[in-house]
T-cell receptor, first 113, second 113 residues
């Protein structure tokens, strides 16, 4: 079974631009979560989607948004990029229940200049 | 908010040595997870613990779910160079209509051959 895939793997943007990251979950998984990883803050939860609906959201500004499609693929968008948005963005998929294991993708490393 | 205190932050050990790291929280959780992250990759689940007092092994790795449900530890025996990486404790927590995973800050392990 193919794992979680994320595209692109690396991205360089400039301040003020916007970016869209993509995540394809493991086949059959309906829950997709997004996390931001930085050296200073560690792994921080962004949001979780299940069956095209956002179920919960972390403590991030409205510039961070996401969506999920009917095939469970998910995208996250960051508008008006700031230098502090430079991070590794990780996507994780699961069947959707609390005790189900989350499987992580390799991440998209975003650098904002 | 909910927070996991993971220690130590980093460890420098010789190949063959045993390693121990732990995670504590002021809140009670019903599941404890241990992940490993290699450079440039997403976290990979090593061990999942679902019952207070449970002791689970995965090869040279052993983890325990604390009786109080507020802590967990991970031991690695006879370390080898490929054990290098960042180890995270994590707990899934219900949030809104879904759940999120809360991560510790990580323990960075260095193994000298």
């Amino acid at each position: 079974k193919a794992g979680v895939t994320q595209t692109p793997r690396y991205l360089i943007k400039t301040r003020g631009q916007q970016v869209t990251l993509s995540c394809s979950p493991i086949s059959g998984h309906r829950s997709v979560s997004w996390y931001q990883q930085t050296p200073g803050q560690g792994l921080q939860f962004l949001f979780e989607y299940f069956s095209e609906t956002q179920r919960n959201k972390g403590n991030f500004p409205g510039r961070f948004s996401g969506r999920q499609f009917s095939n469970s693929r998910s995208e996250m968008n960051v508008s008006t990029l700031e230098l502090g948005d430079s991070a590794l963005y990780l996507c994780a998929s699961s069947l959707g229940r609390v005790r189900e294991t989350q499987y992580f993708g390799p991440g998209t490393r975003l650098l904002v200049l | 908010g909910q927070q996991l205190n993971q220690s130590p932050q980093s460890m420098f050990i010789q190949e063959g040595e045993d390693v121990s790291m732990n995670c504590t929280s002021s809140s009670i959780f019903n599941t404890w997870l241990w992940y490993k992250q290699d450079p440039g990759e997403g976290p990979v689940l090593l061990i999942a613990l679902y019952k207070a007092g449970e002791l689970t092994s995965n090869g040279r790795l052993t983890a325990q779910f604390g009786i109080t449900r507020k802590d967990s530890f991970l031991n690695i025996s006879a370390s080898i160079p490929s054990d290098v990486g960042i180890y995270f404790c994590a707990v899934p927590a219900p949030d809104g209509g879904g759940f999120k995973t809360i991560f510790g800050a990580g323990t960075r392990l260095f193994v000298k051959a």
